[in-house]
């Protein structure tokens, strides 16, 4: 089964830094573009960023120069570090693979990141 | 980017009762939509892509269609399973923008 687990959210004041991280497993993450999205609580979903397998990256304009996002296929993982957190930076946040149809068919259960 | 517009955000309906859920893209997209499922507290869960192409395992009851700016998913039989949160997401420009969301409840 495919299963992608994120970790490494939590509290932070703001001007802060957090790493989240995302660990795959059951698909082939080296031929996986993947993709981070966040969703503040009870809100819509917000895609943030994306890196490709030629470590292309991608950035939505909220969070370009503030998060950058990395992935090493030795471990299967992805990651996204972020600085000079704000408060509407607050919400969950996915890990997501996109499918070879283009669109997201897998995700994590998200990881919690609150700026106050 | 591209801006994708759901219509209604929410909307009450019964067990058994058809439901259209629209969504309308800025620009001409190409059927580059997917749809998504969003029970209270989940993940998301990919239903449809290319604007109409069911996924794996989802009951035939959900369908997708449109063209150009304008798309729509339809629950043919609202089944107490069926009520979530559902998201349209067009994917065919970067950045990959979703829709506000249309949270299905029950009357």
């Known amino acids: 089964d495919v299963q992608l687990v994120e970790s490494g959210g939590g509290l932070v004041q703001p001007g802060g830094s957090l790493r989240l991280s995302c660990a795959a497993s059951?698909?082939?993450?080296?031929?996986?573009?993947m993709h981070w999205v966040r969703q503040v609580l009870g809100k819509g979903l917000q895609w943030i960023s994306g890196i490709g397998t030629g470590d292309d990256t991608y950035y939505a304009v909220a969070v370009k120069g503030r998060f950058t996002v990395s992935r090493e296929n030795a471990k299967h993982s992805l990651y996204l570090q972020m600085n000079s957190l704000r408060a509407e930076d607050t919400g969950v946040y996915y890990c997501?693979?996109?499918?070879?149809?283009?669109?997201?068919?897998?995700w994590g259960q998200g990881t919690l990141v609150i700026v106050s | 980017d591209i801006q994708m517009t759901q219509s209604p955000s929410a909307l009450s309906a019964s067990v058994g009762d058809r439901v259209t859920i629209t969504c309308r893209a800025s620009?001409?997209?190409?059927?580059?939509l997917a749809w998504y499922q969003q029970q209270a507290g989940k993940a998301p869960k990919l239903l449809l892509s290319g604007a109409s192409r069911l996924e794996s395992g989802v009951p035939s009851r959900f369908s997708g269609s449109g063209s150009g700016t304008d798309y729509s998913l339809t629950i043919s039989s609202l089944q107490p399973e069926d009520f979530a949160t559902y998201h349209c997401q067009q994917y065919y420009h970067t950045p990959r923008t979703f829709g506000q969301g249309t949270k299905v409840e029950i009357k």
């Open positions: 620009q001409g997209i190409s059927g580059s």
């Open positions: 997501a693979r996109e499918g070879a149809n283009w669109a997201f068919d897998h």
């Open positions: 059951g698909l082939t993450f080296t031929t996986s573009d």
